[in-house]
């Protein structure tokens, strides 16, 4: 079988004149303007985290806050803790987690596919810059009273609604950039069903984001023209969290599952290295990826317009169906396993790949939560069943959807992309930074978040059984009002804000691991074996042929490939030259 072929191969002195002129033409300025999209990657990468810092720093604020939210006073009053609540809810999606899957997609996918660069390279440096700045505006419009949560000036919560705006768009302009490398630029050979799995999950995911994101931005459309003409309505009466409730669907299940999506694939593509073994059921994953982000679409669940959206039957069953693709990927690596017959090398990057793996099985399991009432609730239909006793049982299940539990999905989901995107950038660190990142220190901003989001989600669902609201306390409430939830919560809150310490920990880690890799000096060839920096994990996907880190055209020569494994094919003999 032809797998991998190199036309016009390139000397020796051609790959060291090329590495060289990579490392002296690039000056300290030049990624204001790069069209490398290497650069750009590393761009998203550096400033996704430092973002990270930011707002989960909120973030902890605001728990700490809720443990005696009429005490505790981090923030002017409740509209300055309302503030907070959605900057940390819309910056955690826009400003982080969402760009840094971005970022390590338009670094990492040309070299998957055997490109030599990205498509559109000036749209793709556009769409961080204008990313950049929206974010940078978006933060600073809620420091001064803007956001979405009663209470806000009405210069401020339209700077918020445009940056909100700009980054959706600035997000869908770089997905655009990504989608069309994978779908025109692939090497010749490779078809779309042998695209490397992060590909192929950037490709479906990127699909999601293009059919949801213009919703949102509809949805800002639509606030923006109402506030234009009824200002006293909003503003003079104080009802701007009316604009939050238009909102909140971007930041709840299933959509948050969509934009956590590129973690599977990720996943998908490290763990096969740790088998040295030729996936026979990628097309069962890939399956399962396009499933699961045929369910997580969630732009039809905006309670807003339709309240019965949320006990709808494709609301249901997508929450029940989340599971099944990720068992399906989990049930892959044990055929893996199984026909290698020994355990596999996986590394660190392998070990936090499983983390975020486990992380989002989590998060599906409190979303199944969630939706049990609408589910179980033909029970009241069946006659020879006591009326009381299954009220019993569904009356608290029914008030779940805007207690605690929803702020716990919210943050086990977002966090198991955070993981997702750790473990990419350890395995791909040699094509990023063109060296490794520093294994202890990767291992141990894993165990911070993961920790982190366990200890942070667990304490808020059992306090959405006792009846604590998603934002606590109730936008309605006024300073001294007496709210009523049940015991323990405080002492839950407690536990939960340490949760948020773990996540804050984890951040700046990542964030130290990846500036020592951007800013220290490139090693010299002579510091290192070439042969494993340049593929360190026996990687076989295409991005593993060329060198650490790449050359500026990525590759010394064209690449034909005719397996989705080329260089384990490879490994194996199966090349014709």
């Not at 006793?389 to 716990?408: F, H, K």
């Not at 049940?486 to 990846?514: C, K, Q, W, Y």
Request: charged fraction near 15%; glycine fraction near 12%; proline fraction near 5%.
């Amino acid at each position: 079988m032809t797998v991998t072929t190199a036309e016009n191969h390139a000397s020796t002195d051609d790959l060291e004149a090329s590495a060289s002129y990579r490392r002296d033409s690039l000056g300290p300025l030049n990624f204001i303007g790069s069209g490398d999209h290497k650069v750009i990657g590393r761009m998203w990468i550096v400033a996704s985290l430092v973002c990270g810092l930011v707002i989960l720093a909120v973030g902890a604020l605001v728990g700490f806050e809720r443990i005696d939210a009429l005490s505790i006073d981090v923030f002017p009053g409740l509209e300055g803790l309302g503030q907070a609540w959605t900057l940390y809810r819309l910056g955690l999606v826009f400003m982080v987690v969402v760009p840094l899957i971005i970022g390590l997609a338009t670094a990492i996918i040309p070299l998957q596919v055997g490109s030599r660069a990205i498509a559109f390279p000036r749209a793709a440096n556009a769409a961080f810059w204008t990313w950049l700045i929206s974010a940078g505006i978006f933060a600073v419009s809620h420091a001064i009273d803007g956001g979405f949560v009663r209470g806000g000036g009405q210069d401020a919560v339209e700077l918020s609604l445009m940056s909100l705006g700009f980054m959706a768009v600035s997000i869908m302009l770089a997905t655009v950039c990504i989608m069309t490398t994978i779908i025109t630029q692939r090497t010749e050979g490779m078809t779309l069903d042998m695209v490397p799995m992060f590909s192929w999950s950037m490709l479906v995911a990127g699909a999601v984001w293009l059919f949801s994101l213009p919703v949102l931005v509809a949805n800002i459309v639509i606030i923006w023209v109402d506030l234009q003409g009824d200002v006293a309505r909003y503003f003079a009466n104080g009802l701007t969290d009316g604009i939050w409730n238009q909102l909140s669907w971007v930041t709840d299940q299933p959509q948050i599952f969509a934009f956590v999506l590129p973690l599977l694939g990720i996943a998908a593509d490290i763990m096969p290295t740790g088998f040295r073994e030729q996936p026979r059921l990628a097309g069962v994953v890939q399956g399962a990826i396009g499933l699961f982000g045929v369910l997580s679409f969630g732009a039809y669940a905006q309670s807003f317009f339709s309240g019965d959206s949320l006990t709808s039957p494709i609301y249901v069953l997508a929450a029940l169906g989340l599971l099944l693709p990720v068992l399906a990927i989990l049930g892959s690596w044990a055929d893996m396993g199984r026909r290698s017959g020994e355990a596999p090398s996986v590394g660190i990057h392998g070990l936090i790949a499983i983390d975020a793996i486990l992380l989002i099985l989590l998060g599906g399991a409190i979303a199944f939560v969630r939706v049990l009432a609408p589910l179980i609730g033909f029970l009241r239909e069946m006659p020879f069943l006591n009326e009381g006793t299954i009220n019993d049982i569904i009356d608290p299940l029914e008030s779940l959807q805007g207690t605690s539990i929803a702020g716990a999905v919210f943050n086990v989901v977002l966090v198991a992309g955070l993981l997702g995107a750790l473990a990419g950038l350890h395995f791909w660190a040699p094509k990023l930074f063109g060296r490794k990142l520093i294994g202890p220190v990767g291992l141990l901003a894993a165990l911070s978040l993961m920790g982190g989001a366990a200890v942070t989600a667990i304490p808020d669902v059992i306090s959405g059984f006792l009846d604590q609201s998603d934002f606590f306390p109730l936008p309605d409430a006024v300073e001294g009002a007496a709210i009523s939830i049940g015991d323990g919560v405080e002492t839950l809150n407690l536990v939960s804000f340490i949760g948020r310490l773990g996540l804050v920990a984890g951040v700046g880690l990542m964030l130290l691991n990846a500036l020592g890799s951007s800013l220290l000096k490139k090693p010299e060839p002579s510091e290192y074996d070439d042969e494993d920096i340049d593929n360190p994990w026996g990687g076989h996907t295409l991005e593993w042929a060329t060198s650490s880190p790449p050359l500026v055209e990525n590759f010394a020569a064209p690449i034909t490939v005719g397996s989705d494994r080329p260089l384990l094919d490879l490994a194996e003999g199966e090349v014709h030259a």
